[in-house]
């Protein structure tokens, strides 16, 4: 029950960063805390599969340098452990002739992000590569592939395990604190000083705590001492899957081109590794925080994410989107709209409802998605304690490894490890 590192949150994140840390400190003793009785169970597990290659995002930013990085490791893991992954691509398509000069500016953004293989192509070389897909012009990122994410994380727990590590599920973290004086006398008292009890009243004692804790990382702060900011306010992504005999419509994955005035992606057609093809999600502010299904309801989690002022100013200043995504998930027809700009074929005939994720959006109290990752720790006996990973939304699964890295390090320069 003492260890000198003790990770908060199974997920691909947490699991990464506990094997990262165990490799490289084999000496220590390392826990993993989990709440779930499984491993990966929330967004780690929920996700569409992508093995993102970096286009997306600003130059310089940790998601630009992490996901580059985290998809060459990413496949060189699979490799060495022979977890199965399609180099399936994927096709940024621009169906309006407004959407070129963004396309472009997209090839650019990539460019500079170093991702490789990158290449814009014509209507007749869309058609070549995906039979059924229209668009007047198209990004083609051959490097982007997909995999069973869930099957990874479960990779890294056995190397973890395999390395000494101990790993605790069913233990919901509901609090932390100093052990007390008399307990701190002792040389144990003095090396694992924090208290980490969870919500059947068990305990451990450790040294530090990395908080890997996604949908919940800003409740974990709090308990911690240290900021609440920036708050996570959840979001549902509902799919629809193709019908299996309509499946081979799509080959590699079919992506818009991002609106900028918009705060997510939008629908696209996404290839998993079990043969099926999934299409969306949406995106529609989810009533509980592990809330998967259209009536799910936390009356607590509810008001919590009602009455921050950061959501107020993102919904007024989305109304219009907000309204058109509530409009879609109630509307078989209104999503197959969509689908239909890239693949006119697909009919609400071919489609059947999905499964469904919850997003973890870090938002600030401007009513800003906060973008990149956040690792940020506090002040005070258990603050200086601590790195919390605060947000790390997609592609946080293909970075997992590049992610680790930058966790370890940054654990042994605040820990001194």
């Known amino acids: 029950s003492t260890f000198d590192v003790a990770v908060v949150g199974a997920g691909i994140v947490g699991l990464a960063s506990a094997r990262e840390l165990v490799r490289r400190h084999p000496s220590l003793a390392f826990a993993v805390l989990e709440k779930e009785q499984e491993l990966a169970h929330h967004q780690s597990g929920r996700n569409s599969g992508v093995i993102h290659s970096g286009i997306y995002y600003q130059p310089g930013s940790l998601k630009a340098k992490l996901c580059v990085q985290g998809a060459a490791l990413c496949y060189q893991y699979c490799d060495q452990k022979g977890i199965p992954y399609k180099q399936c691509g994927k096709l940024i398509v621009a169906v309006e002739q407004d959407e070129i000069p963004r396309l472009k500016a997209l090839y650019e953004r990539g460019q500079q992000n170093n991702v490789p293989g990158l290449k814009l192509i014509g209507p007749k070389e869309i058609q070549a590569k995906e039979p059924f897909c229209r668009g007047l012009m198209a990004l083609d990122s051959p490097y982007t592939g997909i995999v069973n994410y869930k099957q990874v994380a479960q990779s890294y727990a056995e190397d973890f395990q395999e390395a000494g590590g ?122 509980k925080r592990e809330g998967y299904r259209l009536f799910d309801f936390s009356a607590g989690e509810f008001v919590d994410a009602v009455t921050y002022s950061g959501l107020w100013k993102l919904v007024l200043s989305n109304l219009s989107y907000g309204l058109s995504e509530m409009y879609r998930a109630c509307s078989l027809n209104a999503q197959v709209k969509q689908l239909q700009k890239f693949i006119p074929e697909v009919t609400v005939n071919d489609v059947l409802r999905g499964p469904s994720g919850v997003r973890a959006q870090a938002l600030d109290s401007d009513g800003n998605l906060v973008d990149d990752f956040v690792f940020d720790g506090g002040s005070g006996d258990i603050g200086s304690r601590i790195l919390h990973v605060r947000n790390a939304p997609s592609p946080a699964a293909t970075s997992s490894l590049a992610i680790a890295k930058m966790i370890a390090d940054e654990v042994k320069r605040r820990f001194e490890l």
């Not at 705590?209 to 409740?219: E, K, M, P």
């Not at 991002?258 to 529609?284: E, I, K, Q, Y």
């Open 166 to 287: 101990t790993i605790l599920t069913d233990f919901e973290v509901t609090n932390m604190e100093m052990a007390r004086e008399s307990s701190s006398e002792s040389e144990d008292g003095l090396k694992y000083p924090v208290i980490v009890r969870n919500s059947k009243g068990e305990e451990i004692s450790c040294g530090h705590i990395v908080t890997c804790a996604g949908l919940y990382s800003d409740r974990l702060s709090e308990i911690s001492g240290c900021s609440p900011e920036p708050r996570i306010v959840p979001f549902r992504g509902d799919y629809l899957v193709l019908k299996p005999e309509k499946c081979y419509m799509v080959k590699g994955n079919i992506y818009p081109v991002p609106n900028p005035r918009f705060p997510f992606l939008g629908f696209h057609f996404t290839p998993r590794m079990d043969g099926s093809v999934w299409l969306g999600p949406n995106a529609v502010l989810a009533f």
